[in-house]
């Protein structure tokens, strides 16, 4: 059983920063890609940024030279450091990962959500 907890959402005043976390737990061999989504206004969910194994990103348009994803490999970890932040960027942010677990299948799980809340 594979698990991924997000932490860190909350309520900001426009400007401010947020840090999200997530952590991969279970029967873990390896985790590739790592990724944080949000939902748009349209209820779907849209990529915000994604984090190889190896450290190589990539950013939604919106988002680029504000928000900075990284992980720790060691404590199967990725974060998502958000400046300046727009309301806007008010949504539920939910963490995902490509992960191989000791079985050696490659699954793509979900975490369950926290939410961003940015104030005009």
């Known amino acids: 059983q594979v698990q991924l907890v997000e932490s860190g959402g909350g309520l900001v005043q426009a400007g401010g920063s947020l840090r999200l976390s997530c952590a991969a737990s279970g029967s873990i061999l390896s985790i590739e890609t790592m990724r944080w989504y949000r939902q748009n206004s349209r209820n779907q969910r849209e990529l915000v940024a994604g984090i190889s194994y190896g450290g190589r990103v990539n950013y939604a348009d919106s988002v680029v030279g504000r928000f900075t994803i990284s992980r720790d490999n060691a404590k199967n970890t990725v974060y998502l450091q958000m400046n300046s932040l727009k309301p806007g960027d008010t949504s539920n942010y939910y963490c995902?990962?490509?992960?191989?677990?000791?079985?050696?299948?490659?699954?793509?799980?979900w975490g369950q959500g926290t939410q961003v809340t940015v104030s005009s």
């Open positions: 995902n990962a490509d992960i191989r677990s000791l079985s050696g299948r490659l699954v793509t799980y």
